[in-house]
């Protein structure tokens, strides 16, 4: 009963850093979406995925990238960390069908850039 | 899809109905009204969701206006454990971008004992 699962659960990184931030789900969803929330805010979508290999842009995607080679995998790609970047970073999935349904999140990455 | 207001903060004492609002006045109407809701700085958790009809489940009761333009999800009893951010989220079930949507700051809701 595994549902999302985000690793490393908190990261510290020098500016200038790359790091990949994971996510996995095993309910077998096609659609995969990557959040950030800083401190007091609500979460900001980063980018999404509609199925394997297909990926598109968020609200806020300069400064990271996607993959999505298979249904399960949607990891998130920091290339040069910057301290604007210090946030809680939430992957989620959900079925991407016409009726409506509800996303599932993973437990967080909480991610230090100084 | 559509955006929502919510109060930021509300109380409520434990053993009470915690009534939170949210309006969405631009709603349109293939768009869903969601509730979630986050406790502490863990994963947002989903509550109930609705189109046009009162819906009630295990956790909460979602009360949705004849006009729809505004929502109230309700408690019926609160406890501690119910202190948390609430997110009003409005959504359209059509196109292709599923979850894609806003999650602006929500209502924090305190329970005090």
């Known amino acids: 009963n595994a549902g999302v699962t985000q690793t490393p659960k908190f990261r510290i990184l020098k500016i200038g850093q790359s790091m990949t931030l994971q996510c996995t789900q095993d309910m077998n969803h096609n659609y995969m979406y990557w959040y950030r929330q800083d401190p007091g805010m609500g979460l900001k979508l980063i980018y999404y995925s509609v199925g394997a290999g297909i990926t598109d842009k968020g609200e806020v995607p300069n400064g990271y990238n996607v993959s999505r080679s298979t249904t399960e995998d949607f990891p998130l790609r920091l290339e040069l960390a910057a301290p604007s970047q210090t946030s809680v970073y939430f992957c989620?999935?959900?079925?991407?069908?016409?009726?409506?349904?509800?996303?599932?999140f993973g437990q967080g990455t909480r991610l230090t850039v100084v | 899809d559509a955006k929502t207001t919510q109060p930021p903060s509300m109380d409520c004492a434990e053993g009470r109905a915690a009534n939170l609002p949210c309006n969405h006045s631009t709603i349109s109407g293939n768009e869903y009204v969601y509730w979630y809701r986050q406790i502490h700085s863990q994963g947002p958790q989903y509550i109930i969701h609705g189109l046009k009809n009162n819906e009630t489940n295990e956790m909460a009761s979602l009360i949705i206006t004849e006009d729809r333009k505004s929502s109230t999800l309700i408690l019926p009893h609160a406890t501690l454990r119910d202190t948390a951010v609430y997110y009003c989220?409005?959504?359209?079930?059509?196109?292709?971008?599923?979850?894609?949507?806003?999650f602006g700051a929500g209502t924090r809701l305190f329970v005090k004992a």
């Open positions: 989620a999935s959900s079925y991407g069908t016409p009726t409506n349904t509800e996303a599932f």
């Open positions: 989220i409005v959504r359209s079930s059509r196109g292709t971008g599923g979850f894609k949507t806003i």
